[in-house]
Structures are given as C-alpha cells and as structure tokens.
C-alpha cells in the first residue's frame, strides 16, 4: 500500500512539474540588440539552457553595453561580447571572457543557417570538449548558412527580425585582423512576452 501511495505522489509531483513548466513555456524573451547600423531581434533556444540562461544573466547585468562587433567577415560571420572591447586598446579584443566557460550544447538539430546565434569558442587543439565562450558569440552573416561549422559550435538563439543588420556590419572597413576600422558598439536588452506576440509581431514559429 505504501508503495503504491509512493508511486502515485511521485506521479503526482511529476504531472504538477510538466504542467509548470508547460505554462512558463508560454512566455519568452525577446531580445534587442542595438547598433548604429539598426536593430536585430533574436529568441534563445529552450534546448540549449546553460547558454540561454548565461546571455539572459549577461544581459540582465548590461555585461554586453558599450561592448563591440570587434571581428567581421562578409559571407561569414560577425563577432562580439568581448569585454575587452570595452577599453582603449584594439590589440587585446577578441580575448576577453567572464572567467569561465560554458559546457557545450550542441544539437544536431541547431544548423548555422543564416542570422543564427552561437557561440564562440577555443580550437579543438586547446579545447577537445567544446567548451563554449562564457560571453563572446557570433551572428552567421552567409545568407546560405555556414554549415561546416554544425555539431562543432553551440547554436543557441536565432535573429527573427533585422537580418539585414548583420549584413550592414560585415560590410563596414576593416583592418588586416577583420576588425572594424571604426567601433560598432552594442546594446543588449531582454523583454519577457507571450510566444503568440512574439510570433504575431515577426512571424517566428516555436515548434
């Protein structure tokens, strides 16, 4: 008998947690990055929680203000969240980090198509594991994705409106490094909405 109350309470908990969760999978946060060459809108995949929950603390904190788009390459990528990129001198961007790293997430089901968000990372040679970047990640800016990069980097986040921004950055000058000859500095901001809003306002689909 006590068996079987065990059992039933355990089932009871576990319905009660889906349930929860099901009605906090109502909402999501949009999030806002703003740079002089306009404004993209991206959403953070559920799957990947470690990174989606890692950018929205970063965010909450403004860790990513006044941080730039410190590397560029037109039919690649852009790059940015390093907080070196905060100070005066060029030489030491793309090196900064949070002072940790995150475990990786990646899914074979999270391609590097165009506007995807993921995150940057150590080579393999210094980082079998994967072990993602605790703040820097980067925009795929190739309209046809840059798929040799799938199941080796953590896709987590999608840009769903401003797509053409990210190609307005990788057009600007740049150095012999990709790094922009003139500072394209960023905000970052995170707004909780309802997932029929967020779908309605710039026709994204949650699965």
Known sequence: MLKKLALL??????LAVQTQAQKKSKKDYLITITTPQGVMRLVLFEDTPKHRDNFLKLVKDKYYDGTTFHRIIKEFMIQGGDPNTKNEDPNDDGAGNPGYTIPSEILPHHKHI????AAARLGDNMNPKKESSGSQFYLVENQEGVHFLDNNYTVYGQVIDGLSVINKIAEQGKDFRDRPTTDIKMTVTAKKMKKKQITKLYGYRYE
Request: glycine share 10%.
């Open 9 to 14: 309470f355990s089932l009871c908990l576990l």
């Open 114 to 117: 165009y506007g995807a968000l």
